[in-house]
């Protein structure tokens, strides 16, 4: 669900409760579309209030965790800081019914003269934005600027007076009674539904409230208008009277819904929903900063490490196509040099009859001894050559085809270790949480001569390791288990960190993580075996699957072969385990 005016209104309330008197003491860029304001007095202590405008979830909110920053902060965010830092939020609101509020900010101005500030946030998918305004409401910058090449209508540009985004042609909701809106409808045309109707009349309404609306009235959450009878209509503007009041009278509460089937996180909404009767599970959260970030964080975290591992994950593509059509290429070669014994066979039968063979000849019908009946064949001659020489050619083409196949199969087995290991670096790719992680996987890539040198992007970093951790969880009874990110990690954590007693685990056959259960001298119980092993499932491409069989042995039984791609290891003596990986057990053993 897109973050609609009415669900806004409820935001900002709840921002505005919290944030009115606080100070801006930090301001932060991690990303291209987001900005970080961190906060001091006021309720509860410091905050974070994140302002994103991502084209898929513009969204206002407060985050726990501090977000990973740039080396060099953007020219925006250097503005901010200029503008806005050490200044008094004196309140949050939301003009009229839309999608956006304003940050209004107590500050002085480069002589020391108080002044207000407007921080403005429109968040409107991909024409979202966040804008500076000074006190005469003319824009100081924007993140994103539109000049008249973009929008034709409405520019957004430094030293322009600030405008209000162009008004839709529909109604305010706070402005319409029950009694008009069920007279209106019946007065609509018929070919449409209910909820598509209510869409495109109400200002500030998202397509799930409209199909709630018409759910609660009608019972059909998409009712076709031309069925609606009276006592629908009717219906109608009572449900919509009683909504308006839920909302005017501030007794939103945040509610996440959530699938019944997979638990997997679906939707988000400000009041109980009921159209899905019983395929979705409804719970209320704590405030609607946790609702939103229940809804956008994963999400979002995932989407930014892909703009950032962007240009890896094309390198890395496309060098593994290009071995896998050197490898195919090879195969096909090698499949032509099983055929060789018939150039022998050819090259001994022109020797055997040379007596009645002359120069000039383009074939010959020669008696094929090495069949059963001896009968004659017919062999295709080279006129430029000796008969002594085409029988040589032969025996050259039969030697070559053996040479090709000794050195087709070494460099088929070769292609085939460099596309392994290119799969696992692409499996790696997707294990990267953070700069540093990507920095380890440069460096990695860079040794193994993926990348060259002059890719690397930080010049001044060059050189120096990157100093990135592995994943690390406890299990229920108190193990510690660590999983690599990368292949270098795998090789340290394996080769390096774990003692000989620990445990190694990692999927059968499937690219993944190396884990390593640390047992200190102790006999691990079956609860940690399970949970190791359902931690190795998980950081693999198995993760979505069910029953992924993992090895596990003793770290002592794991060896690297002399020569070895980064990652690769050899094990002869394991067990397999068979385990169905799940994100909320994994995620509530994670330390780090």
Known sequence: ??????????????????????????????????????????????????????????????????????????????????????????????????????????????????????????????????????????????????????????????????????????????????????????????????????????????????????????????????????????????????????????????????????????????????????????????????????????????????????????????????????????????????NREQYKRTGELITANLYQLEKGMNKAKVVDYYAENCPEVEIALDVRLTPQQNAQKYFKLYNKAKTAEEVLTQQIEQGSAELDYLDSVLAALGEAENERDLAQLREELTQSGVLSAKQTRNKKLRGKPAQAKPFHYRTSDGFDVFAGKNNLQNDLLTLKTAFKSDIWFHTQKIHGSHVILVTDGREPTDEAMTEAAMIAAYHSRGRSSSLVPVDYTPVRQVKKPAGAKPGMVIYHVYQTAYVTPNEAEVEKLRVE
């Open 1 to 338: 669900m897109p973050l609609d005016a009415i669900c806004l209104r409820a935001v900002t309330n709840e921002l505005n409760n919290v944030l009115a008197g606080c100070r801006v003491e930090k301001v932060y860029q991690p990303d291209r579309d987001e900005i970080v304001l961190q906060t001091r007095g006021g309720q509860g202590g410091p905050r974070r209030l994140l302002l994103s405008i991502a084209a898929g979830s513009p969204r206002v909110h407060f985050i726990d965790a501090a977000r990973e920053n740039p080396a060099a902060p953007p020219m925006f965010c250097m503005l901010l800081r200029k503008h806005v830092q050490g200044a008094k939020i004196a309140a949050v609101s939301q003009p009229a019914v839309e999608r956006m509020l304003t940050i209004e900010l107590d500050t002085t101005d480069e002589m020391g003269v108080p002044c207000k500030k407007h921080l403005i946030c429109e968040l409107m998918g991909k024409h979202s934005n966040v804008i500076l305004c000074g006190e005469d409401n003319r824009i100081i910058d924007a993140l994103r600027r539109i000049d008249g090449d973009l929008s034709g209508k409405r520019q957004v540009l430094p030293g322009l007076f600030y405008r209000m985004p162009p008004a839709q042609d529909k109604h305010d909701p706070f402005t319409v009674s029950g009694t008009g809106l069920a007279a209106a409808v019946s007065q609509a045309e018929e070919g449409q539904t209910l909820d598509r109707w209510l869409l495109s009349q109400l200002l500030g309404f998202s397509p799930l409230l409209c199909r709630e609306l018409s759910f609660r009235a009608t019972g059909d959450a998409a009712k076709p208008i031309a069925r609606m009878t009276d006592e629908n209509r009717q219906q109608l503007g009572k449900v919509y009277d009683d909504f308006m009041s839920y909302v005017e009278d501030d007794r939103a509460k945040p509610f996440l819904l959530t699938k019944v089937e997979d638990g997997a996180v679906f939707d988000f909404t400000f009041l109980p929903v009921t159209q899905y009767e019983g395929l979705m599970n409804v719970t209320q959260a704590d405030s609607f900063s946790a609702l939103l970030a229940a809804f956008f964080e994963k999400k979002g975290k995932v989407e930014r490490m892909q703009r950032r591992t962007g240009d890896l994950h094309k390198t890395v593509t496309n060098a593994r196509d290009r071995v896998a059509r050197k490898l195919a290429a090879q195969k096909k070669e090698l499949a032509a040099t099983h």
